[in-house]
């Protein structure tokens, strides 16, 4: 399963996510909402210093130090609204060390409301993209062809329709929207730390991470030498599996001494490189503390001085390390958002792999809707392979409307195979097939199945109730029309006994009805179906002799004026057929009437003396 278009998943992808871009955008003015409500909650934990619980410069409003002009535009904004809010309380007789908690309380709820909102509406992206995805990565695997069903694996299929789906809903449902809000939040708390201190952030966020790079490098190193240490064990594993295998030889040619030092050398190697991966981790921690309190002994320093020489309160450092702080959860949400989009864009890949691959079996561009059948099935020197074996051999073989023809010969002779290729189940690897003179290949799939009803060995029903599988995939069908065609298959009786009667679901339980039972109601299916050609392939073997007896009836009955390709074992069946063909490893061996292969000794007639047709049910066949 390859293609062009399973390569590039994203854009593809964006396609699903496109239909709700509606949605995505109030998301995400949700988000900004948010984000914004971050930076005020910053602002009012300065206020709630400052001011509320007054530990700023005394009757300063701004707190922001004594020169207010030089606040940058974002915290002179914050500030006003600020200031309208004071007022207010003031006028309501509410101090500050009440008001400001307030707010801050306020701000808090409302922040988490428009939390609510964004993530409830972009998950529910993730899950309608998941939804639409999976409605037509089903609606492709029904077009798929039966070869691909026979080679399909179950559980890769399960897996790519279940899990790999559910991959990109968390992808484009959670991951996203962590990180939309991520880098938003990030964004805008950086604004709000550089318009606080410009110097105080450029310190922080410029600075510190060059400090920090000595933790980076270490922790680069000690991730090598934990691999190299890791292999180096493994070198070690190699020599000790050779010598439990070898040691007859190592005895007999006397040389423990030198495979003692090839073993000490290895392990010794191993003990270097370990060596060195503890140096690193007894580091890790002692560097990480020195530097982060070189770090803040620098930060505090630094804004000792700028609290001496009023450019900052307290209240603007506590807000400041607030917006650090706050900066770890989006930080880590971003980074994490590559792997998640990795993950779902393979799967994604493995979804579309499995959309695009090749319908063999599809209608041509130009195909014709085929007439009701009239005249003539022909199988023009059809042969047919599955893999590299023939199983099929230049077939000719021609059907005439009304007939039955009965198809004999030995398990794996290619009976089944010959008339899958009728409904294009395959197609022939050679030859052709034509129904009224069109080739099967020119004709819409939908034309031609419409006419072929089939009955098989093994009866499917499906998990619904007894009227809707016999008016299988039309929903809407008259009840009258359904006991009619349970009537004729002799189904009608045992379904009226059923505990719901013809709404009694029938899939969910087989051990409800007898194998008998189902053939009747497949049978019923067959004959709500009206199809003109009908396919019966060894419908009756499965089954004991009284229920063959019933379901042989009910065959006869479904038989009645339709063209009829019916692989039997039975006698009476096959010799009431208008003419019989004989395969044998995939070549028409013989074909004739009964009598005629009974007298020319061939393959028929051994197969008839062997008692390879059965005959138990003569009293059904008696009757019409
Ligand atoms: N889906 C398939 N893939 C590969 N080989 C198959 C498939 N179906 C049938 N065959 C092989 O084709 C041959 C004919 O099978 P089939 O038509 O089922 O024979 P019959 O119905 O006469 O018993 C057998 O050798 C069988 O193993
Ligand atoms: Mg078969």
């Known amino acids: 399963m390859e293609s062009n278009g399973s390569r590039k998943p994203l ?40 001011d509320a619980l007054g530990a700023g410069a005394s009757g300063t409003l701004t707190g922001f130090g004594k020169s207010p002009r030089a606040a940058a535009p974002l915290i002179a904004w914050l500030q006003r609204g600020y200031a309208a809010m004071r007022s207010a309380a003031d006028h309501a007789g509410l101090p500050a060390r009440l008001a400001v908690p307030l707010l801050l309380l306020a701000t ?18 993730g899950i309608a993209m998941v939804r639409d995805l999976r409605n037509d990565a089903y609606r492709q695997l029904l077009r798929k062809s039966a070869r691909f069903y026979s080679q399909a694996s179950t559980g890769d299929l399960l897996s790519r329709m279940l899990s790999d789906v559910e991959q990109i809903q968390s992808a484009f449902g959670t991951r996203l929207a962590d990180f939309a809000q991520g880098v938003l939040t990030i964004l ?3 604004v709000y730390a550089f318009s606080l201190n410009p110097g105080l952030a450029f310190g922080v966020f410029v600075i510190a991470p060059i400090v920090l790079l000595p933790i980076v490098d270490n922790t680069r190193r000690l991730g090598k030498a934990a691999f190299s240490s890791r292999e180096r064990i493994g070198g070690i594993g190699a020599l000790l599996s050779e010598t439990l295998r070898g040691h007859r030889v190592i005895k007999t040619y006397g040389v423990e001494e030198f495979e003692a030092d090839r073993f000490a050398e290895a392990n010794d190697r191993y003990f270097r490189v370990t060596r060195r991966t503890i140096r690193l981790q007894a580091l890790n921690s002692p560097l990480m503390e020195v530097l982060a309190g070189i770090g803040l002994v620098g930060l505090f320093a630094y804004a000792g001085g700028q609290i001496e020489q009023g450019r900052m309160t307290v209240g603007g450092l506590v807000s400041f390390l607030a917006a650090i702080m706050m900066l770890y959860k989006p930080l880590k949400d971003v980074t994490k958002t590559n792997m998640a989009l990795q993950i779902a864009l393979s799967s994604a890949r493995r979804i579309f792999e499995l959309v695009d691959s090749e319908t063999e079996i599809a209608d041509k561009p130009d195909a014709v809707d ?10 023009e020197d059809v042969s047919f392979r599955y893999g590299d074996d023939w199983v099929l051999r230049n077939l000719d073989l021609t059907i005439r409307r009304g007939e039955t023809v009965a198809i004999v010969g030995p398990s794996g002779a290619g009976k089944t195979t010959l008339v ?66 349970a009537a004729a298959a002799f189904a009608d009786e045992f379904v009226d006994r059923l505990p719901e009667g013809y709404e009694t679901r029938v899939g969910e339980d087989a051990g409800r009805l007898s194998g008998g039972q189902k053939q009747r109601l497949a049978i019923a299916r067959a ?14 073997s499965q089954l004991d002799s009284e229920s063959e007896a019933l379901v042989s009836r009910a065959l006869a009955n479904l038989m009645e004026g339709r063209t009829t390709l019916v692989i039997a074992h039975r006698l009476s069946t096959v010799r009431r057929a208008d003419r019989i063909l004989v395969l044998d490893r995939g070549r028409l061996a013989e074909s004739g009437t009964h009598a005629e292969l009974l007298t020319r000794n061939g393959l028929y007639r051994r197969l008839h003396d062997m008692q390879f047709f059965v005959e138990k049910d003569e009293a059904a066949e008696a009757r019409p």
């Open 420 to 485: 899958n290729l009728l409904p294009r189940l395959y197609d022939p690897t050679e030859g052709r097939i034509t129904l009224d003179g069109v080739d099967l290949k020119d004709a819409t799939l939908a034309s031609l199945r419409r006419q072929i009803g089939i009955v098989t060995q093994d009866t499917i029903l499906f998990d619904t109730s007894a009227r809707e599988n016999v008016a299988y995939g039309r929903p809407d069908a008259p009840e009258e029309a359904v006991r009619a065609a």
């Open 108 to 125: 808090l709820v409302a922040k988490n409301v428009c939390s609510y909102f964004s993530e409830f509406a972009l998950n529910g992206i």
């Open 11 to 50: 854009p593809r992808l964006l396609v699903y996510f496109g239909r709700y871009r509606g949605r995505a955008l109030a998301a995400l003015a949700m988000m900004a909402a948010v984000s914004a409500l971050t930076v005020v909650f910053l602002f009012l934990v300065n206020k709630l210093i400052d």
């Open 370 to 379: 085929l007439g009701a059948f009239s005249r003539a099935i022909r199988y």
């Open 188 to 190: 805008l708390v950086l």
């Open 527 to 540: 004959l709500y179906k009206d199809a003109p050609i009908l396919i019966l392939d060894e419908a009756t």
